[in-house]
């Protein structure tokens, strides 16, 4: 095929030998694209393209999923399970069997030793939903450990804890579809087209023909803010002010949908005695905008009509993490805008199967949004599994970010990672680092075995990647989607789902307890467990999801082809029927800064990356758009500071210090800087990471941070590049 320039050195691109197309679902982030992988002849994944009858994506792709493929060929992929007895002694190659023999046997020698907690588990939001399931069962039904968790406490976690709190689940209510019906639209803390770039486009082409009003609200100017009719600067870690006043302005005003609030929600007089606080001029002050902005965007939002909420990290990554989404879910009340067409609060998930791991992983409940709180829910899962019920714990335990400070106390023993890198992801690395050493026994299950955490490791099992196992995803607007094999992993690197069965089998060789061994097996129990559950499977299947290229949940006899929106007749999940409207008091708690440092430091993604490159890093055609760890700082600063463009810098904070390269740009306020997250060594060893006290999500978007300037810039630059590290 030629492109451009037909006479002048014309762009070449060869046409690729596929011998077929297998259908899939991209394994980076949330959007759920519908990507076909061109397999050749040897039975390898060599191009990928976008399903063109797919909803989600209508035959695009970002240019993640367009190089997905080459996932395949990447370097330093684990080929065989790794043992050593201590950290000091070198790896050795181990067969499977005698790693998942000696991993149990530590396993069950820690928990006799110092109790049944004192292994913990922490998994991710990227491995696929019969993955969980199978996980969750063995961990709830045969180890025994209450201290389990994913990375998904770094990311979802204020959302889920929101929705609960405001309609008494967890589970997205609004679609994509929704963009095509609202009269407005408010993205919070999201920087879409780079971090979801198919939504964006969905997004766009319904403004496009519609033309709602976009209001983005984000203390950057990102290429969302860009793009938006009113872009609200806010001061970070302010939101919650923010929606409060919102919501008094309208509430003031009389702009409120009254006849809703009345028939559906709860809790409203406090509710309003709080907001009524929150007057636009002492919100405006502490939001560092102006007070007319406020009112404003508080008039164009109830007089829609319908409008509609997206928030992501900037949200979520907060001390009010789990406040700012009730607060979000508390304007979309109050105007009436849940459960209808372009009316919702829908939180932009991240993961690919960050919604899987919600749903059917046991992490903090049970599967299908069961309680570990609620007996019948207990008893009902001990009988379906045949396990003892007093097996079970009545509440769930730590969270990743509780996990690892009991470690460091020495409560917990042992630890089992599964496809996270908290070396990198984790606010203050240095930490992490030295509390992965004190662990007796640490297990890193990886696709790659090259990931930082391996380095403190004593096993390591090489998993099979993304399109080389099958099984499902859910997006972020509900919708599962299947992934089938598209390549064989190479060497001997394994399907989570075979691991998780083969160890089973070590703590449990009589088989009481049985595990479906297939993707469709599993899937089969996840039907017959979620039928009349809010996250209702019972009317899917693989092929049935492929044919449909998704389906959103809830999928039962009422709904064969799925339901768009949840709450569509305003019943909500708490015990009385309907949805509480919350006083939301805010506190200022964070790290900001002060003379000593005086800047903020934010943090976040760039569109090439994926969080810790273990990925993107490999692949050429991402990595060489952003190979190096940089910071933005706005011009101003930067002469204040006798900082060039493209100098190196030494940015510190209470908890250490790093080195980057100075970017200059006015998209970042002059007393902030924003550094993304995506390198080792980098942010995250500066980044304090308070915890939002409902969800345990760290801020890992406020700290507080100084900037030097570096004499010897060979130096400097030397320790960079450690930091870029492939
Ligand atoms: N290319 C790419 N895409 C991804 C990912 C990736 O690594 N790379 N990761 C996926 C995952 S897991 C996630 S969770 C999502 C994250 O998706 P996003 O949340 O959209 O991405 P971030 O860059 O983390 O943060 C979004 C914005 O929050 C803003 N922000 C910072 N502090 C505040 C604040 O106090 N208030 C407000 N309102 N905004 C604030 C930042 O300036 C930033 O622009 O992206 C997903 N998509
Ligand atoms: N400063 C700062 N820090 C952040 C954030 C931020 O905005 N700012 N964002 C946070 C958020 S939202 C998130 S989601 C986290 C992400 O943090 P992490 O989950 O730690 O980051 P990943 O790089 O996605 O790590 C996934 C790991 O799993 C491996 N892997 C991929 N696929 C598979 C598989 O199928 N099986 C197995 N076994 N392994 C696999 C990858 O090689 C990689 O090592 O980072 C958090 N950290
Ligand atoms: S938008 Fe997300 S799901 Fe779609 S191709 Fe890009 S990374 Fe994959
Ligand atoms: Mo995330």
């Known amino acids: 095929m030629l492109f451009g320039r037909h006479t002048k050195n014309p762009i070449h691109i060869p046409t690729k030998p596929v011998e077929k197309w297998v259908y899939t679902t991209c394994g980076y982030c949330s959007t759920g694209c519908s990507i076909e992988v061109g397999v ?68 069950q020698r820690i928990q006799a030793q110092y109790g049944r907690d004192s292994f913990a588990i922490v998994s991710t939001g990227q491995i696929y939903t019969e993955e969980f399931y199978t996980l969750g069962k063995l961990v709830r039904g045969l180890i025994g450990t209450n201290n389990y968790d994913g990375n998904t406490t770094l990311c979802m976690a204020s959302a889920v804890s929101g929705y609960k709190r405001s309609f008494g689940s967890d589970g997205p209510p609004g679609c994509y579809e929704d963009f095509e019906h609202t009269n407005c639209l408010l993205a919070i803390g999201s920087n879409l087209p780079e971090q979801h770039p198919i939504i964006y486009w969905r997004m766009k082409e319904a403004q496009d023909r519609h033309h709602f009003p976009l209001i983005v609200v984000d203390p950057r100017v990102t290429m969302f803010a860009q793009l938006a009719d009113i872009h609200v600067p806010i001061t970070p870690g302010t939101d919650l002010v923010f929606l409060n006043a919102l919501v008094h302005v309208i509430l003031k005003e009389g702009l409120e949908d009254r006849g809703y609030v009345e028939a559906h929600t709860s809790g409203h007089s406090a509710f309003a005695e709080l907001v009524g606080q929150y007057n636009p001029a002492m919100a405006a002050k502490i939001c560092g905008i102006d007070e007319g902005m406020i009112r404003k965007v508080a008039h164009i939002y109830a007089e829609a009509g319908v409008a509609m909420t997206i928030w992501t990290m900037g949200i979520n990554q907060s001390t009010h993490g789990s406040d700012g989404v009730a607060a979000i879910n508390n304007l979309n009340l109050i105007t009436g805008n849940i459960g209808k067409p372009g009316g919702t609060s829908l939180s932009i998930t991240g993961q690919c199967n960050a919604m899987g791991t919600r749903e059917f992983s046991s992490c903090s409940g049970l599967p299908a949004y069961r309680k570990l709180e609620n007996t019948e829910d207990r008893a009902f899962m001990a009988d379906y599994w045949g396990v003892e019920e007093d097996f079970f714990p009545q509440k769930r335990g730590l969270t990743q970010t509780d996990i690892f400070p009991a470690i460091e106390r020495g409560e917990i023993k ?21 509390t992965l050493e004190k662990l007796e026994f640490l297990v890193v299950q990886d696709i790659y075995a090259d990931v930082e955490t391996v380095e403190s490791a004593h096993l390591f099992l090489p998993a099979a990647l993304w399109g080389e196992k099958e099984g499902v995803f859910t997006n972020t607007e509900r919708r ?6 598209a390549s064989n992993p190479p060497g001997e690197a394994k399907p989570e789902l075979w691991i998780f069965t083969q160890l089973a089998k070590r703590f449990d060789p009589s088989g009481r307890i049985p595990f479906s061994e297939t993707p469709a097996e599993v899937f089969d129990e996840m039907r017959v467990l979620s039928k009349g559950r809010l996250c209702d499977y019972s009317g899917m299947s ?48 964070n790290e900001v800064p002060d003379d000593e440092y005086p800047f903020w430091l934010n943090s976040g993604r760039v569109v090439e990356h994926w969080h810790t490159r273990t990925k993107t890093g490999k692949i050429g055609n991402l990595n060489k758009f952003s190979p190096t760890p940089y910071m933005e700082m706005n011009p101003v600063t930067a002469v204040r500071l006798e900082i060039e463009a493209l100098e190196y810098v030494r940015v510190s904070s209470r908890r250490s210090s790093a080195i980057v390269l100075v970017q200059l740009t006015h998209r970042i306020a002059e007393d902030a800087v924003f550094i993304p997250m995506h390198f080792y060594n980098c942010v995250n060893r500066l980044v304090l990471g308070l915890l939002d006290p409902y969800s345990r999500q760290p801020a890992f978007k406020q700290s507080a941070v100084r900037i030097e300037k570096i004499d010897d810039q060979a130096a400097a630059a030397r320790e960079n590049v450690v930091a870029r590290q492939y």
């Open 40 to 107: 050749d002849k040897a039975g390898k994944g060599i191009t990928t393209r976008g399903v063109m009858d797919a909803d989600v994506n209508r035959g695009k792709l970002c240019l993640k999923g367009i190089f997905e493929f080459e996932l395949f060929n990447t370097p330093n992929r684990g080929v065989f399970p790794l043992m050593r007895k201590k950290r000091s002694e070198p790896f050795e190659k181990a067969s499977w069997d005698t790693s998942l023999t000696s991993m149990a046997g530590e396993i």
């Open 542 to 589: 693989h092929e049935k999801i492929e044919a449909q290229r998704g389906i959103q949940w809830p999928c039962n006899q009422d709904n064969p082809d799925g339901a768009r929106r949840l709450y569509t007749d305003g019943y909500f999940q708490h015990p009385d029927g309907k949805a509480k409207l919350i006083a939301l008091p805010f506190e200022d708690n």
């Open 414 to 434: 042992g630890l089992w990672l599964i496809a996270t890198n908290p070396m990198t992801s984790m606010p203050d690395t240095l930490r992490i680092r030295k």
């Open 480 to 485: 599962v989607n299947v992934v089938r094999k």
